[in-house]
């Protein structure tokens, strides 16, 4: 049975290997690469790595020891692997909290009141600024660009999921939810279809409407 770390969390460990559930993972991606091409495999073995790290310590990054271990399993120098785990913003090189909670705060989602969710996620957490963990060590509050989710403005990404539509009071619905061990389904939280407009659709309403003349 693999060992993956032998240090408490949020202490930098100084060894990691891959459990059996990452070495299926891995075996995977692997498999999608010539041999003599394998270094492409960095970016995956990196998710692996921080995916593992969730798992089993409930701090998801990516310790410097795990990124020598995903250099030799790929045969580069360690320096290759470094480059990217810290120029992708998507990797934490630093423990986080068991709920990363990372704010939109870009044009769309600041129009439609990321201030807000902003807000209640401190309020709810008890964390003054963008970067820090609570002080129970449940979440870390972070604050990224476009999430791709315009339409459905403003969005907070917790981990892997997207909760969009979101406002204050909902904000902090979600938080005490996830303290209570609880995770809402992700996707809006007021029940909008994808990318529907708000308020049900304004034009075209009605499908039967005769068609202009000249037209089949």
């Known amino acids: 049975m693999s060992v993956q770390s032998d240090a408490p ?35 995956p073995l990196l998710y692996v790595v921080q995916d593992q790290m969730g798992r089993t310590t409930g701090s998801a990054w990516v310790p410097r020891v795990a990124m020598d271990v995903v250099a030799a399993r790929l045969e580069v120098a360690p320096i290759r692997v470094y480059e990217v785990a810290t120029f992708y913003f998507m990797f934490n090189t630093k423990p986080i909290g068991r709920y990363h909670l990372q704010v939109c705060t870009t044009t769309s989602c600041w129009l439609r009141g990321s201030d807000d969710v902003t ?65 809402p389904p992700a996707g809006s939280t007021t029940g909008r279809m994808d990318s529907a407009p708000a308020g049900g659709r304004k034009v075209l309403v009605d499908d039967a409407a005769p068609k202009p003349q000249g037209q089949g």
């Open 9 to 43: 969390q949020g202490v930098e460990p100084t060894h990691f290997a891959f459990d059996e559930e990452s070495e299926r993972q891995i075996a995977a991606i692997l498999a999608k690469y010539p041999p003599e091409r394998k270094a492409s495999g960095t970016l």
């Open 119 to 183: 807000a209640a996620c401190k309020a709810a957490t008890g964390i003054s600024n963008f970067g820090e963990t609570s002080k129970d060590g449940l979440f870390t509050l972070t604050e990224v660009e476009c999430l791709g989710a315009c339409a459905n403005a403003p969005v907070l990404q917790v981990d892997n999921d997207y909760y969009e539509d979101l406002d204050g009071p909902r904000t902090h619905e979600l938080i005490e939810a996830l303290r209570r061990g609880e995770r």
